[in-house]
C-alpha cells in the first residue's frame, strides 16, 4: 500500500490514496484502476504502465523498511509438499508477477514457486484464477489430478471455486475465521503449522 501510495503522488500528484478501496484479496491492476477513477485519473493503458514502473521502483525501496515476517507454518507446508513427486506448488495471486517476484525474494520463497496466476492483466480474481490452473495443467504435461487453493479472504474462497479447486481458508490476514467460515471452505485450519489436513488431501489424491 505504501508503494502504491508513493507512485500515486508521484504520478498524480495525489497526496493520500482513498482508504475506500480494499487492497485485500483483489488484484493490483483493480486496484490501481480504481484508485484511478477515484482520483479523477483517466484509467488509461499508458496510465497504467505508468504506474508499473513507478510501483515496483517504490516496492524495492518499500520493502525493506517494512516489518513483516512468515506467517505460522508456511515454509514447513512448502518443505512438505516439495517431498512429494507429483505435487506441483504455484503461485495465484492479485500481485504484479514482478512485484510478486521481489516479495518473494525479500522473504526467501522465490525458490519454491516455478509458475503460477497474476494480476498484471486481469481485474478478476477469478481469471488469476484460471491462469494458475492452465499453467499447472502446462507444468503438469496436461494431467491434473486435482488443485488445491490456499487463501486467508473470501476472495480466495470463491476463486477456488470458480476452478473447481479444493479451498482451504486460513485465518491469518485480516479475515476473521467466523467470515471464512461462512463461505463454507471445504478446509479450514487457524494457521498452516496445521498441515495434517492439507497433507491428507494431497495424499488422497495420489492413490
Known amino acids: 500500500m505504501k508503494a502504491f501510495a508513493a507512485a500515486f503522488a508521484e504520478l498524480f500528484e495525489v497526496p493520500e490514496i482513498s482508504a475506500d478501496v480494499p487492497f485485500s484479496g483483489r488484484s493490483d491492476r483493480a486496484i490501481a484502476l480504481e484508485l484511478m477513477r477515484l482520483h479523477g485519473v483517466e484509467p488509461t493503458a499508458e496510465h497504467w504502465h505508468q504506474f508499473v514502473e513507478s510501483y515496483l521502483k517504490h516496492l524495492e525501496i518499500t520493502l525493506p523498511k517494512c516489518v513483516g515476517e512468515l506467517m505460522p507454518g508456511v515454509t514447513g507446508l512448502l ?36 509458475f503460477g496466476g497474476f494480476g498484471d492483466l486481469w481485474t478478476d480474481r477469478n481469471a488469476i484464477a484460471s491462469e494458475a490452473r492452465e499453467q499447472a495443467r502446462y507444468h503438469a504435461r ?16 470463491s476463486c477456488a471455486r470458480s476452478i473447481g479447486a ?25 494457521d498452516l503449522t496445521d498441515m495434517e489436513p492439507l497433507l491428507e488431501w494431497v495424499d488422497g489424491r495420489m492413490i
Do not use: Q, W
Not at 80 to 104: F, I, P, Y
Open 79 to 114: 518443505d512438505a509438499l516439495e517431498r512429494h513427486d507429483r505435487v506441483l506448488v504455484g503461485l495465484l495471486t492479485g500481485n504484479l508477477r514482478s512485484g510478486a517476484a521481489r516479495k518473494l525474494s525479500h522473504y526467501g520463497l522465490a525458490h519454491h514457486f516455478k
Open 142 to 157: 496436461g494431467k491434473l489430478d486435482g488443485v488445491m487453493v490456499i487463501g486467508d479472504t473470501v476472495h480466495d474462497i
Open 166 to 190: 479444493c479451498a482451504v481458508a486460513v485465518p491469518t490476514g485480516n479475515t476473521p475465521a467466523d467470515k471464512l467460515r461462512e463461505e463454507m471452505p471445504d478446509i479450514l485450519v487457524e
